[in-house]
């Protein structure tokens, strides 16, 4: 089984940027579709960024074009760049497969706030 331990949050002023990452143990890395998924206070979790073994990408509506997604299976690691942050991209931050996700990491705290 996929463990994940992300990091890279922080506090960052609206406009600007952050890199999480992710790393992952487990056999099936290579093989698993990863997705970026956030948690903002009181609302569920989101899925908004993914990509599959071979790179390529999707991303939900509320951070195309702002956020990349990126891995390095040679690492057994998936990142995700964000930029152009707005408050509401406040979240805890969590990798994991998908469609079908296995157990969640810690996540990482992303706030934006002037």
């Known amino acids: 089984q996929v463990q994940l331990v992300e990091s890279g949050g922080g506090l960052v002023q609206p406009g600007g940027s952050l890199r999480l990452s992710c790393a992952a143990s487990g056999s099936i890395f290579r093989l698993a579709r990863m997705g970026w998924y956030r948690q903002a206070p009181g609302k569920q979790r989101d899925l908004v960024a993914t990509i599959t073994p071979g790179g390529n990408s999707n991303y939900a509506d509320s951070v195309k074009g702002r956020f990349t997604i990126s891995r390095d299976n040679a690492k057994n690691a998936v990142y995700l760049q964000m930029n152009r942050l707005k408050p509401d991209d406040t979240a805890v931050y969590y990798c994991?497969?998908?469609?079908?996700?296995?157990?969640w990491g810690q996540g990482t705290q992303v706030t934006v706030s002037s």
């Open positions: 994991n497969t998908t469609p079908d996700y296995g157990s």
